[in-house]
Nanobody
Framework: QVQLVESGGGLVQAGGSLRLSCAASGTVFSSSTMGWYRQAPGKQREWVATITSGGSTSYVDSVKGRFTVSRDNIKKMVYLQMNSLEPEDTAVYYC??????????????WGRGTQVTVSS
């Protein structure tokens, strides 16, 4: 019903920028809440950012002012613009979709992740 594919990860120096993309399939994208999570080696998966179907955004404190999440409902894409990157941002970043309507309301779908490495 839903497939998510992340892209845009890579290696960047501290202070640099990356833009992650997530392409969604299916017909439920525009009504769904989208999010980004990350997981560093030896750590639990951490919530990073969320954007609702209405465009409201929220962020974990550690990335506020540096990261921006956005969405394009025509292209069925969600983005994470990451600026002023720090070595602590190094992790695998995952795209998340949460259904908000219908019989599957509340269900989660995940992409396979994309690696972000920040050097110093």
């Amino acid at each position: 019903q839903v497939q998510l594919v992340e892209s845009g990860g890579g290696l960047v120096q501290a202070g640099g920028s990356l833009r992650l993309s997530c392409a969604a399939s299916g017909t439920v994208f525009s009504s769904s809440t989208m999010g980004w999570y990350r997981q560093a080696p030896g750590k639990q998966r951490e919530w990073v950012a969320t954007i609702t179907s209405g465009g409201s955004t929220s962020y974990v404190d550690s990335v506020k002012g540096r990261f921006t999440v956005s969405r394009d409902n025509i292209k069925k894409m969600v983005y994470l613009q990451m600026n002023s990157l720090e070595p602590e941002d190094t992790a695998v970043y995952y795209c998340n979709l949460k259904r908000t309507t219908g019989v599957y309301a509340g269900a989660d779908w995940w992409g396979r992740g994309t690696q972000v490495t920040v050097s110093s």
